[in-house]
């Protein structure tokens, strides 16, 4: 199973790309946006809560503790990229993999 998601590598641990859905009816992995992971979250894009909720659906997507993916600049922008620590590149793969239904 090969990811479609461009992820990076950095120096403390691996960057994926994000494009945000805000004020979504409900929160989900809608699918791929480009080489990046769509991510619908019903927060809206106010102060700072679209992006926590697109955090913390990184978080629970992948299985890992919130405070383990932290976003990377982007803050007003749809197209986001987040630092995922504590997971190895070829598991981060696989999940990802696995949300987008990927073959």
């Known amino acids: 199973m090969t990811c479609p998601v461009l992820i990076t590598e950095h120096k403390e641990a691996w960057v994926v790309p994000v494009r945000a859905q805000p004020g979504a009816k409900r929160t989900a992995v809608v699918g791929l946006h480009g080489a990046a992971i769509k991510l619908a979250v019903n927060a ?3 102060d700072g ?3 926590e ?3 913390q659906a990184l978080a629970e997507a992948q299985g ?3 405070g383990a ?3 990377l600049g982007a803050a007003t922008s ?3 990229r987040f630092l995922v620590r504590g997971v190895d590149k070829s598991d981060l793969e696989k999940r990802l993999a696995d949300l987008i239904g990927a073959r």
């Open 44 to 46: 809206p894009p106010v």
């Open 49 to 51: 809560k679209a992006n």
């Open 53 to 55: 909720a697109l955090r």
């Open 64 to 66: 890992i503790r919130p």
């Open 69 to 71: 993916v932290e976003l």
């Open 78 to 80: 749809r197209d986001k």
